[in-house]
């Protein structure tokens, strides 16, 4: 749980410090002054949402770390504080960086995503006790991927009850339905990867009802979510899938659904599958295209990809591989991608799926670890 927590640290350091251009400022010490003095509490909703979601992972593994300890209540007390710390500092720190606005306001929200991160823990212990105990660690892998997915589905994460939302949703779906074979057969694949992480995750006897009840009501909802929509690839995927339901709940599915979720990236990569001439440039400095931009848009790529590659590793590693050796296994075959897509139009080739299929690998491994037993000591 130390290494998770440091390594989420580290990403949560890189993400905001990025592109790390610090420039010398004389009046550093002044703008940092303001920015308790003078604190700016305004920002954009794609942002909130960002800075909200940045310290829910912190805030969640510090609640199953705690667990563990003699005092509980102060090791999460103490987590907390250093999170908060942490985002205080990283304000501070963007102050010599031309390219970011600091504001309190932003590590206020950081701070209520840290207490959101540290709920959701104590929620899931009390779900299922055996989170905290590093025997049982890799039980919630499943558990934090299917998140993944289902975060995806309803982002931004906004509710709403507004009729004119639902019509909106419906959209595609009733006045312009598109036939998408690439997209259904990726959405087949995910929702069918999201229902096997379900029986990974199931400790009592599997029922395809409630798998179907779950993903119609996981689509259903995005009704009720500002922004989101329901198209027929949607609705085609999520059925394909769920006639697959029996073939899933066998140990054979673990390696054909890993196979299926590769070929599913290099398709959905390489489209449109007409190479241009020239290559194109390669950005090297991992996240670089999602620290850019749309940070509403970057955070659903975050997502979607943390659930495919986590799943791949994860399958791979189920069915008897090391989880590093999977790890390294996506991230080749997503190198290869960049690779190609260094020859296609309209994309960008860099290094940041490759080693987030890494970081996922080593996550995976750190949780699958086993402590020895007295008789493994003694040999």
């Given at each position: 749980?130390?290494?998770?927590?440091?390594?989420?640290?580290?990403?949560?350091?890189?993400?905001?410090?990025?592109?790390?251009?610090?420039?010398?400022?004389?009046?550093?010490?002044?703008?940092?002054?303001?920015?308790?003095?003078?604190?700016?509490?305004?920002?954009?909703?794609?942002?909130?949402?960002?800075?909200?979601?940045?310290?829910?992972?912190?805030?969640?593994?510090?609640?199953?770390?705690?667990?563990?300890?003699?005092?509980?209540?102060?090791?999460?007390?103490?987590?907390?504080?250093?999170?908060?710390?942490?985002?205080?500092?990283?304000?501070?720190?963007?102050?010599?960086?031309?390219?970011?606005?600091?504001?309190?306001g932003d590590a206020i929200i950081n701070t209520a995503g840290l207490a959101l991160g540290l709920l959701l823990g104590m929620l899931a212990l009390r779900v299922r006790p055996a989170l905290a105990d590093?025997?049982?660690?890799?039980?919630?892998?499943?558990?934090?991927?299917?998140?993944?997915?289902?975060?995806?589905?309803?982002?931004?994460?906004?509710?709403?009850?507004?009729?004119?939302?639902?019509?909106?949703?419906?959209?595609?779906?009733?006045?312009?339905?598109?036939?998408?074979?690439?997209?259904?057969?990726?959405?087949?694949?995910?929702?069918?990867?999201?229902?096997?992480?379900?029986?990974?995750?199931?400790t009592g006897p599997r029922s395809a009802v409630l798998q179907a009840f779950g993903g119609i009501t996981i689509l259903s909802a995005k009704l009720v979510i500002l922004g989101a929509s329901i198209s027929?690839?949607?609705?085609?995927?999520?059925?394909?899938?769920?006639?697959?339901?029996?073939?899933?709940?066998?140990?054979?599915?673990?390696?054909?659904?890993?196979?299926?979720?590769?070929?599913?990236?290099?398709?959905?990569?390489?489209?449109?599958?007409?190479?241009?001439?020239?290559?194109?440039?390669?950005?090297?400095?991992?996240?670089?295209?999602?620290?850019?931009?749309?940070?509403?848009?970057?955070?659903?790529?975050?997502?979607?990809?943390?659930?495919?590659?986590?799943?791949?590793?994860?399958?791979?590693?189920?069915?008897?591989?090391?989880?590093?050796?999977?790890?390294?296994?996506?991230?080749?075959?997503?190198?290869?991608?960049?690779?190609?897509?260094?020859?296609?139009?309209?994309?960008?080739?860099?290094?940041?799926?490759?080693?987030?299929?890494?970081?996922?690998?080593?996550?995976?491994?750190?949780?699958?670890?086993?402590?020895?037993?007295?008789?493994?000591?003694?040999?």
């Open positions: 749980m130390r290494f998770l927590l440091l390594l989420v640290l580290a990403l949560i350091g890189y993400g905001s410090l990025y592109p790390f251009e610090f420039i010398a400022r004389p009046d550093g010490l002044d703008e940092a002054l303001k920015l308790f003095t003078q604190p700016s509490l305004r920002m954009q909703r794609g942002d909130l949402i960002g800075n909200l979601l940045l310290f829910v992972p912190h805030g969640f593994l510090s609640a199953l770390a705690a667990r563990s300890t003699p005092n509980p209540g102060r090791t999460s007390l103490r987590h907390a504080a250093i999170g908060i710390l942490v985002a205080v500092a990283l304000q501070i720190a963007q102050i010599w960086l031309p390219s970011r606005v600091p504001a309190l590093s025997r049982h660690a890799a039980t919630f892998v499943p558990l934090l991927l299917m998140l993944a997915w289902v975060a995806y589905q309803w982002f931004p994460l906004v509710p709403t009850l507004d009729w004119q939302n639902v019509k909106n949703a419906l959209k595609p779906l009733l006045l312009a339905p598109q036939v998408d074979p690439v997209r259904i057969f990726a959405t087949v694949v995910s929702w069918a990867a999201f229902f096997k992480l379900w029986d990974l995750l199931a027929l690839s949607n609705v085609i995927g999520l059925g394909l899938a769920l006639v697959t339901l029996p073939w899933l709940h066998h140990s054979r599915s673990l390696p054909a659904l890993a196979i299926a979720i590769l070929f599913t990236l290099f398709v959905s990569g390489l489209q449109p599958f007409v190479p241009s001439g020239a290559p194109d440039s390669f950005a090297w400095m991992p996240f670089t295209g999602m620290l850019e931009g749309s940070m509403g848009t970057n955070l659903a790529n975050l997502l979607e990809k943390t659930f495919l590659y986590g799943a791949a590793v994860l399958f791979m590693h189920r069915h008897g591989a090391r989880p590093i050796a999977a790890a390294i296994a996506v991230a080749l075959c997503l190198a290869t991608i960049e690779a190609a897509q260094l020859f296609l139009p309209g994309r960008t080739a860099e290094s940041t799926d490759p080693v987030l299929a890494l970081l996922l690998g080593v996550a995976i491994a750190q949780l699958s670890r086993r402590p020895l037993t007295n008789s493994s000591k003694r040999r």
